[in-house]
C-alpha cells in the first residue's frame, strides 16, 4: 500500500486484492477488458451479466472494481467523502521514470475538473461554467452549423465517404479548438495528442509504449501553457481569456490550472461526442425506416442524440478511489481502492429502461440516461454536445437525404478504458 495526500485528506492506495473471493464473480474478473477489440464494441453482453450475477467486481485488467447497477453507480457519484475524485483518473501501474519527469515538468499533477473533490472542484467549476452556459452554445449554433456544411462541402464527388474520420471528428474537434481560441490549423497536431493521452492511461499498454505517448501529452500541455500567457498578454473573445479572467471570491486560476481544465475540455469535448455522433449515425442508418423517421419528423432529432448517448454513452465510465473501507452491492470493498462507475451499464439498467439494447426513439425516459455523469461531476460540456450532435443529424439529413451504409463493412471501435467510439463509418449516396 502506498499513501498520498487527497485534498487534505490522507488516502491509502491499495493493491490488489489477492484472495481470489475477493474478486467476486471470478469470471468476469478474469475475462473482463475494455481494451479487447470484441469488448471495445460490445461490453454491453458483460455489463449485463455484471448487474445480473455480480454487480460489483474486481477487474485486473482496468485495475478496478467495476460497478455496474444505477443505483449504485449514483450513490457513489453522490457521496464524494468516501469516493473521491482526486487522483482517481490516473492509472495504477506506474509509468517509468523518464515518463514521470516530463509530466512533472508539465505540471500534470495539477488537477482538473474530473480529478478533484470539493471545495478545489467547487471553485474550478463556478470559474468554468459561463463558459458553457446554454445562451453562449445557442450563439455558437451557427458557426458550428456552418462547420458542418464546409465539412460536407469537401467530402468525395465519388458518393462515398468515411463519416467519422471527414465529419464526426473534425465537427467537435474544430468546434471546441474555437471555443477556446485555438486555431484551425493546429487540429491533426490537437488531435494526435489528444490521441496520445487516451493511450498513455491505458494501463493494458507496454511502459515503454506509454512513454511515447507521454512525449505527446507534453508538447499538448506546453501547447496550452503558451496560448495561456499569449491570453494574458493579449485577451480574446474565447474561453481561454474567459478562464485567465474568471475571478471567485477574489481568486483566479493559476496557468497551470487552466491548463489542466483546458486539457481535459479539449480532450474530452471532442473524444465524446466523436463517439456520440458515430453512434446516432450508425443506428440511424442500420434501419432505414429509422432513417427516413428523422428525415420527415425534425422534431425526431434532438430524441435520437438523447437515446444514441444512451444506447451507447460516448463515456463508457470514471473513476473513484475509496478514501475508507466501504461496501458497495453487498461487496466489501477496502479503503484506497479504485472504482470505476460504468455509466454505459447503468444507462442499460433493466430497473430503468425497458428492452435496453433497443435503439427507441419513442422511449419515455430518455432524459434519465448516465452518458453525462451523475451530480457534481456532471458535464460541464453537455449543452454542446448536444448542440453539435443535433447540428451534425440536422445538416446531414438536410445534404445528403439519400445517405446509407456501406453494405457488408466490419465498423471497427476504439479501444479505451474509457471512451466508446467508432473509428470508421463508411457510407455512400447517389450522386446526381
Aim: charged share 25%; net charge negative; glycine share 4%.
Amino acid at each position: 500500500m502506498s499513501t498520498e495526500r487527497n485534498d487534505g485528506r490522507e488516502v491509502t492506495r491499495a493493491s490488489a486484492p489477492t484472495n481470489p473471493m475477493a474478486m467476486s464473480c471470478p469470471h468476469l474478473a478474469e475475462t473482463f477488458n475494455l481494451m479487447d477489440p470484441d469488448q471495445a464494441a460490445n461490453p454491453y453482453l458483460l455489463f449485463a451479466q455484471g448487474r445480473r450475477e455480480c454487480p460489483v467486481f474486481y477487474s485486473p485488467a482496468a485495475g478496478a472494481w467495476i460497478v455496474t447497477r444505477y443505483d449504485d453507480i449514483a450513490a457513489i457519484a453522490h457521496d464524494w467523502m468516501r469516493f473521491s475524485s482526486a487522483h482517481a483518473n490516473k492509472t495504477t501501474q506506474e509509468l517509468p521514470p523518464e515518463a514521470l519527469a516530463i509530466k512533472k515538468l508539465v505540471h500534470a499533477e495539477v488537477p482538473g475538473l474530473v480529478d478533484c473533490d470539493p471545495p478545489q472542484h467547487t471553485r474550478f467549476r463556478k470559474l468554468t461554467n459561463q463558459a458553457f452556459t446554454v445562451p453562449r452554445v445557442r450563439a455558437m449554433e451557427p458557426a458550428i452549423r456552418r462547420t458542418a456544411i464546409e465539412l460536407l462541402d469537401q467530402f468525395p464527388r465519388d458518393g462515398r465517404a468515411d463519416l467519422v474520420k471527414q465529419f464526426a471528428m473534425p465537427l467537435p474537434l474544430l468546434t471546441i479548438m474555437r471555443v477556446l481560441g485555438l486555431p484551425d490549423h493546429d487540429a491533426p497536431l490537437i488531435r494526435t495528442w489528444s490521441v496520445d493521452y487516451n493511450r498513455e492511461r491505458s494501463p493494458s499498454l507496454p511502459l515503454e509504449e506509454r512513454l511515447q505517448y507521454t512525449h505527446g501529452v507534453a508538447a499538448l500541455r506546453f501547447s496550452l501553457a503558451s496560448a495561456v500567457e499569449e491570453r494574458r498578454a493579449r485577451p480574446r473573445e474565447d474561453a481561454l481569456t474567459h478562464l485567465v479572467q474568471a475571478e471567485a471570491d477574489g481568486e483566479k486560476l493559476s496557468t497551470w490550472e487552466i491548463v489542466s481544465i483546458a486539457h481535459q475540455l479539449v480532450f474530452a469535448g471532442h473524444e465524446t461526442t466523436i463517439g456520440l455522433i458515430g453512434t446516432m449515425l450508425h443506428h440511424l442508418l442500420m434501419k432505414p425506416e429509422r432513417w427516413q423517421a428523422v428525415r420527415e419528423n425534425p422534431d425526431l432529432i434532438p430524441r435520437a442524440v438523447e437515446e444514441a448517448l444512451r444506447r451507447e454513452g460516448p463515456v463508457t465510465g470514471m473513476f473513484r478511489t475509496t478514501t475508507q473501507p466501504v461496501e458497495i452491492g453487498g461487496v466489501s470493498i477496502p479503503k484506497g481502492a479504485r472504482i470505476q462507475l460504468m455509466f454505459a451499464s447503468g444507462s442499460h439498467d433493466e430497473k430503468y429502461f425497458e428492452d435496453a439494447e433497443r435503439f427507441d426513439l419513442s422511449r419515455e425516459n430518455l432524459s434519465e440516461h448516465m452518458a453525462f455523469g451523475v451530480e457534481r461531476h456532471f458535464c460541464i460540456g453537455a449543452p454542446l454536445a448536444r448542440a453539435v450532435g443535433r447540428i451534425a443529424l440536422e445538416t446531414l439529413v438536410e445534404r445528403l437525404p439519400g445517405l446509407r451504409l456501406v453494405p457488408d463493412q466490419k465498423v471497427e471501435f476504439t479501444r479505451s478504458a474509457l471512451f466508446h467510439a467508432r473509428a470508421s463509418l463508411a457510407v455512400e449516396w447517389d450522386v446526381s
